[in-house]
Nanobody, 118 residues
């Protein structure tokens, strides 16, 4: 059974950085490598939105416009782990961030809170 566990969230000041991690368990590293992975976020009163995704073949990334140039998504298939490097954080980035895996089935993590505030 696939489980996704996010970590790395917390409170940071505007302009600061965080690196989120999403570790998958219940699958082999090869199986993990076949998943398309992504990060979503949801702020209070807002719809959940796709932040960044990375393909299962070639590791091709994509980003929503609001985070381009600031966030980087990458994966380590040997560790079955997905990452999101977030730089130049803004208050607008405050949200719960969720890890998502898509393959034969879809899986979600529990989410990790990111708060950007002084």
């Amino acid at each position: 059974q696939v489980q996704l566990v996010e970590s790395g969230g917390g409170l940071v000041q505007p302009g600061g950085s965080l690196r989120l991690s999403c570790e998958a368990s219940g699958v082999s590293d090869f199986t993990f490598s076949t998943f398309a992975m992504s990060w979503y976020r949801q702020a209070p009163g807002k719809e959940r939105e796709l932040v960044a995704g990375i393909s299962s073949v070639g590791g091709v990334p994509n980003y929503t416009d609001s985070v381009k140039g600031r966030f980087t998504i990458f994966r380590n298939n040997y560790k079955s782990t997905l990452y999101l490097q977030m730089n130049s954080l803004k208050s607008e980035d405050t949200a719960v961030y969720y890890c998502n895996a898509r393959g034969p089935s879809e899986h979600w993590g529990q989410g990790t809170q990111v708060t950007v505030s002084s």
